[in-house]
């Protein structure tokens, strides 16, 4: 058997290591033939697979290009030879997934410290309320920009002083001047931003494959993840959570769907939830906000194969929420879309926004 571990990377600056076990010397040979750079180790692993061993299973580690003897924890007094492996096997799995939990906290805490720095600094802005905020045009009592008339009794005041800032007096001029271009689109009725709004180009989508490997590795515990049917995006859909993909500037340009069942499963497996809490939390139709942050990891790092797949865009995903169709009237006619399908039953969608015609 030979243990591989990858550092998968799913997102802002957060990398899992994920355990991969191949057994057989079929699998291992086909594993060093497509990682021609790993040649050397190869061929010791090729003459270790040829020398019977005498004194019961054996453990060895690579050192640069050379493999090095190591021992196994010894089994109990009353467990087969076969026990050892095993249980070597079983923890080194935990010890992953314990890594990958402290490594998916540590990527939580600096995401919040740099929230809460933009906070203090005053440039937070709500990703959602930025689409569907309503600017109110201003009332009609607010007050002029320039000061009424003095009564005619009051002195004038000195030449001198009027004078004194000539800039000051045509920057008012030019506001009183542009004032009423302004109040007119300020009184149209206000659209949501993303009501059949256009990209400059479609978004390039990856493989089916290259998505569940990236959700299947993420979430481990056996999970997989297949193509499946596309699933209708409608007024019927109920439950259905929501990541709004979008580039660097701010612009939508997809969104990644995961139905009730994927976001309470996928995101709870993750979080290593036990199976009696997540199907209360499916029957209740209502996912726990640790579940829902986790699949938003999941979508994170649906973004890392999107960025990937891209030669124009670097995108990001937003929060998870749930599925608005009036922000998003578009994704009823996405131009492009993969679909995806876990062991649990769950969907997951992504879908590409319609491009500029």
């Known amino acids: 058997m030979l243990?591989?571990?990858?550092?998968?990377?799913?997102?802002?600056?957060?990398?899992?290591?994920?355990?991969?076990?191949?057994?057989?010397?079929?699998?291992?040979?086909?594993?060093?033939?497509?990682?021609?750079?790993?040649?050397?180790l190869g061929r010791g692993a090729l003459k270790l697979m040829q020398v019977a061993s005498t004194d019961g299973p054996r453990s060895y580690s690579a050192v640069g290009a050379e493999w090095v003897s190591s021992s196994l924890p010894p089994g109990r007094p009353d467990a087969d030879d076969s026990d050892g492996p095993q249980l070597q096997t079983q923890m080194d799995a935990l010890n992953m997934r314990v890594t990958a939990l402290v490594a998916l906290q540590e990527g939580l805490l600096v995401r919040l410290a740099r929230l809460e720095a933009r906070i203090a600094e005053g440039n937070f802005a709500d990703p959602g309320a930025r689409?569907?905020?309503?600017?109110?045009?201003?009332?009609?009592?607010?007050?002029?920009?320039?000061?009424?008339?003095?009564?005619?009794?009051?002195?004038?005041?000195?030449?001198?002083?009027?004078?004194?800032?000539?800039?000051?007096?045509?920057?008012?001029?030019?506001?009183?001047?542009?004032?009423?271009?302004?109040?007119?689109?300020?009184r149209a009725t206000p659209e949501p931003v993303d009501q059949r709004a256009r990209p400059k180009a479609e978004l390039e989508l990856p493989p089916v494959a290259e998505l569940s490997k990236c959700i299947a590795l993420l979430v481990g515990n056996g999970v997989s993840v297949e193509a499946a049917e596309p699933f209708a995006v409608g007024p019927d859909l109920q439950n259905c959570y929501a990541a709004l993909i979008e580039d660097e500037s701010g612009e939508a340009l997809g969104l990644i769907l995961m139905d009730l069942r994927a976001t309470v499963f996928l995101g709870g497996s993750l979080m290593m939830q036990p199976p009696e809490q997540l199907q209360q939390q499916?029957?209740?139709?209502?996912?726990?906000?640790?579940?829902?942050?986790?699949?938003?990891?999941?979508?994170?790092?649906?973004?890392?194969?999107?960025?990937?797949?891209?030669?124009?865009?670097?995108?990001?995903?937003?929060?998870?929420?749930?599925?608005?169709?009036?922000?998003?009237?578009?994704?009823?006619?996405?131009?492009?879309?993969?679909?995806?399908?876990d062991s649990f039953g769950g969907s997951v969608a992504v879908l590409s926004m319609p491009g500029a015609s």
């Open 3 to 40: 243990e591989v571990v990858r550092h998968v990377n799913i997102g802002h600056d957060l990398v899992r290591p994920t355990t991969e076990c191949l057994t057989g010397n079929r699998m291992i040979g086909s594993y060093f033939k497509s990682n021609p750079d790993q040649e050397a």
């Open 131 to 186: 689409r569907t905020a309503v600017h109110q045009a201003p009332a009609r009592e607010a007050a002029p920009l320039r000061e009424p008339p003095a009564p005619a009794s009051e002195p004038a005041p000195p030449i001198a002083e009027a004078a004194a800032d000539p800039a000051e007096s045509d920057a008012e001029d030019d506001l009183a001047s542009a004032e009423p271009a302004v109040a007119a689109p300020l």
């Open 282 to 341: 499916f029957a209740a139709a209502t996912p726990e906000q640790d579940s829902i942050a986790a699949s938003a990891e999941i979508c994170n790092a649906l973004s890392g194969a999107i960025n990937a797949a891209q030669d124009r865009y670097h995108v990001r995903t937003c929060p998870l929420e749930k599925l608005d169709l009036e922000r998003h009237p578009w994704a009823t006619e996405a131009a492009t879309r993969r679909d995806l399908g």
